[in-house]
């Protein structure tokens, strides 16, 4: 990769920075020395550099077959996952620490341990599990089957279970057709659990572009790299269009922090005495003409982010007016392109579901109490889900904590990096318009996970070299050799229960896949599909046939009201000669007891009065779920 050097600044003195490394070693990289004789694969540090990495890996596989996940429990995978599992991610921790110190001379050591984290704390479920993890995420197979058997979408119908957005905004699904019918593959569910390690690895480059554009320490690179992604718990990057739009937002934000730059507008940043030791120069400035042609390179990118979903195009947007708030990136020019494109998308395949979102603007403006709540309507129960957002806040607080102190101690690397921190602070005043679906709280952790990750990672990794004001003490180094290890375990240990606590709910049998899709299949068109929840599998499968009503995604007290009679409170809803289907499953007990929409035994109770009344007939039991048909006199 390319390094910017600065132009020598005048009044700066040949003796006011240390020697430069030799020729061919980075400012980053500790000596590394070797008995003289031994191969270079034998040498002390490429052992413990490689061996690790192997090591980690061979525990990970061992551990493959003993990881219980058909028999989870109410901690999810926490207590499935052997005790040599854990020890792998602690190998590749220690592994990683390892190959920081030959980061400048051999970078691809820390990124092959960055993607050996990736496939170790996201790789089991695409490994392992026989159905697709997270049951929400059928639907999208189920746009994408119905994208290939109808050969198109219908933006401007009105689908049942709040489908229609998925037509309106379909390059996700287009792209997954395409993939589909390149491989063969029956549909999208052959690869869907893959999806998580796939777009991390697809992220990484994107992340080191935008990293080594504020920073040329490379420890530190790979360190924000390796803390996003044990941040990164939040769980948007399975098989669904904001993983994919995520992507395309970071790509278009690399291009601009390294391509963007005005003439004149670096001032003192380019003089190396005033920097921090670890920051980058600012890359060579651009002209208009330049900044023009780059515009319309990153108009495709622009268009793909608006094709593929709601609201990143909005996110995009205001991190772009945020970056006009500095001299160095005030390109008002793209920030127009960008809102103007997002506009027309909104106005022409967007419009049904725009103007209806325009409409609830006037109840959610200014709650912001209510914006940035949690995506579900009660209290998480049950150990796991209770232990999974205990861990959550602790991670988000830990992020916050770490980036909020390089703030403090790394002024200089701060400033010349303030691009990237008004990036990452600029979605957080979207909790002031809309809840997003009790979405916008993680939404916004998202999008702002990059720039804290920086940040977080430039306060474990003390700068090299520096002299005078620039030096860091001795004890400072001391106390981030301790801190780097020990705040890196401590992400990891967050990480598992962030990501796998409520692991029950998100693994279904295939047996009960398969009673949900039999019953669909047999259903006539125009039939209404009952459920607590929609997060069960399939349970949009023929969206485009059938009308769906998921009759307890609502408050806890709605719910509690329903229980008294629910056989009535459902009859006397459904209009009029309706043929209904009532399936009830294993998925949507664990789902509505862990996210608190049904107070505890609520859904056995629901099961046993929707059975015994008349009004119901049981068409199907198993012993993953119950069917029941609906007859309106």
């Not at 491989?183 to 998580?196: I, K, M, R, V």
Request: with cysteine; hydrophobic share 50%.
């Amino acid at each position: 990769m390319p390094q910017h050097v600065p132009a020598p600044v005048k009044g700066d003195t040949a003796g006011s920075a240390e020697p430069g490394p030799p020729p061919g070693r980075s400012h980053d990289a500790a000596p590394e020395a070797a008995p003289r004789g031994l191969p270079g694969a034998l040498r002390p540090w490429t052992v413990l550099t490689w061996l690790p990495l192997l090591l980690a890996a061979g525990l990970w596989i061992a551990s493959l077959p003993s990881i219980g996940f058909r028999s989870m429990g109410e901690y999810g995978l926490l207590d499935r996952l052997p005790v040599i599992h854990y020890l792998s991610l602690l190998v590749l921790t220690a592994g990683f620490l390892v190959s920081l110190r030959r980061a400048g001379t051999a970078p691809w050591w820390p990124a092959l341990y960055c993607a050996g984290l990736l496939m170790a704390l996201k790789g089991v479920p695409a490994v392992l599990y026989d159905s697709e993890r997270y049951p929400w995420a059928s639907k999208h197979d189920a746009v994408i089957n119905h994208l290939l058997a109808n050969g198109g979408l219908r933006p401007n119908e009105g689908l049942s279970g709040n489908m229609s957005a998925y037509d309106q905004w379909p390059g996700f699904f287009t792209l997954n057709g395409g993939l589909v019918r390149a491989f063969g593959a029956d549909s999208a569910a052959a690869y869907l659990n893959w999806a998580p390690v796939v777009l991390g690895l697809l992220m990484m480059p994107v992340l080191v572009l935008i990293y080594r554009t504020f920073s040329e320490d490379r420890r530190l690179v790979w360190t924000a790299v390796w803390i996003f992604q044990l941040a990164n718990w939040v769980g948007q990057d399975y098989l669904a269009p904001q993983g994919l739009a995520f992507l395309l937002h970071l790509a278009v934000l690399a291009v601009v922090v390294r391509h963007f730059v005005r003439p004149g507008s670096a001032g003192r940043l380019r003089s190396r005495a005033w920097l921090d030791p670890a920051a980058a120069a600012v890359p060579p400035p651009t002209r208009t003409r330049q900044r023009a042609v780059c515009v319309v390179v990153l108009v495709p990118l622009i268009v793909a982010v608006n094709a593929v979903h709601q609201l990143t195009p909005v996110m995009l947007c205001v991190t772009l007016l945020a970056l006009n708030l500095t001299r160095r990136y005030r390109n008002p020019g793209l920030l127009t392109v960008a809102g103007l494109l997002m506009l027309a998308w909104d106005l022409t395949m967007g419009r049904p579901l725009f103007t209806e979102t325009l409409g609830t603007l006037r109840d959610s403006l200014g709650e912001l109490t209510q914006n940035s709540r949690a995506g579900y309507a009660g209290q998480l129960t049950g150990a796991g889900p209770e232990l999974a957002g205990r861990a959550n806040v602790l991670m988000v607080l830990g992020v916050a904590v770490l980036a909020g102190a390089a703030l403090l101690m790394r002024r200089r690397l701060v400033h010349s990096a303030l691009p990237l921190l008004l990036a990452s602070a600029a979605p957080v005043p979207l909790f002031v318009v809309n809840d997003y679906g009790g979405e916008m709280l993680f939404r916004v952790y998202l999008f702002a996970l990059p720039g804290a990750a920086f940040f977080a990672a430039a306060a474990l990794v003390p700068a090299a070299g520096g002299t005078g004001a620039h030096r860091v003490r001795p004890a400072v180094r001391k106390i981030c050799a301790v801190a780097l290890p020990v705040s890196l375990v401590a992400l990891l240990a967050g990480f598992m229960p962030s990501y796998y606590g409520k692991e029950q709910m998100n693994y279904t049998p295939p047996a009960e896949t398969a009673l949900v899709t039999r019953t669909i299949d047999r259903a006539p068109e125009g039939a209404l599909i009952l459920a607590t929840t929609g997060s069960f599998p399939q349970a949009l499968h023929r969206y485009d046939r059938l009308e769906h009503w998921f009759f307890a995604e609502q408050e806890l007290p709605e719910n509690v009201e329903m229980l008294k009679d629910p056989a009535g409170y459902l009859s006397t809803r459904l209009p009029p000669g309706t043929t209904a289907y009532v399936i009830l499953t294993r998925t949507q007990d664990i789902y509505t007891a862990g996210e608190g929409l049904l107070p505890p035994g609520g859904f056995d109770a629901l099961t046993r009065d929707l059975t015994a009344s008349p009004l119901f007939h049981v068409v199907e039991r198993t012993g993953h779920g119950v069917v029941l048909r609906y007859d309106s006199p």
